[in-house]
């Protein structure tokens, strides 16, 4: 069985690829570990100004730090009114790293007068895929939606209790993981990325 690392600590974002590929790659077996799961390495800073330049850092990171196969993402909001942001600042926009009930606050705070009409946004990830012989792959998943005043639901993370996708009546976390992975940046990054992995990891 091949081991392929995702290279994040976040056990909600490593069981949602996990579900992922083990629905898209079928009989392929892999075998998908987490930072956890191999020695323990600093972490790499995030200094791209774009997700796909963050993924692929990290992405690289592993595969210097491990050997394995290495799959990285970096996703985050996108508000449009305010011109694109938090961006790549989405983990840290509230100035604590993680901390999701500061940053939705703050995103919410900061729109506050936005009317509903203007209060798009997107969900935007981008996957990295870097192999040990040097190969790299890059896709990009975004969903489009936008952005409540109150939060809504208890599930999934980040700023998932505000954000309702367009054509959905419940937001991201009031869905089921199945329902969220069906539609959300970070499925339509993995499916994506997952056809790739059927093809360069050793069935």
């Known amino acids: ?23 898209a790659l079928g009989a392929h077996q892999v075998e998908l ?19 796909g330049e963050n993924a692929l850092i990290k992405a690289r990171e592993g595969v210097s730090r491990t050997g ?9 909001l996108a508000v449009d009114a305010l011109n694109g942001m938090p961006g790549v600042f989405s983990a840290r926009w509230s100035g604590r790293h993680g ?4 940053n939705l606050d703050l995103v919410l705070a900061q729109i506050g007068d936005v009317p509903d009409a203007q209060r798009g946004g997107a969900f935007v990830c981008a996957a990295a895929l870097v192999l040990p012989n040097g190969r790299e792959h890059l896709v990009e998943g975004r969903q489009r939606g936008r952005i409540l005043r109150t939060r ?12 309702l996708g367009d054509g959905q009546d419940r937001t991201n976390a009031e ?6 992975d069906a539609i959300s940046h970070r499925g339509k990054a993995f499916r ?6 059927a093809r360069e990891l050793p069935r």
Do not use: H
Request: charged fraction near 30%; aromatic fraction near 6%; glycine fraction near 10%.
């Open 192 to 197: 994506e990325l997952s056809k790739v992995i």
């Open 33 to 51: 570990v987490g930072l956890a799961d191999v020695p323990d390495y600093p972490e790499v800073p995030e200094t791209g100004l774009t997700f």
């Open 152 to 163: 809504r639901g208890e599930g999934g993370f980040g700023y998932d209790p505000i954000f």
């Open 1 to 23: 069985m091949t081991r392929l690392l995702l290279a994040t600590g976040n056990k909600k974002k490593l069981a949602e690829l996990q579900r992922i590929l083990d629905q």
């Open 99 to 102: 901390d999701d009930a500061a």
């Open 175 to 180: 869905l089921s993981p199945a329902d969220k």
């Open 68 to 76: 394995l196969p290495t799959v990285a993402d970096d996703s985050g």
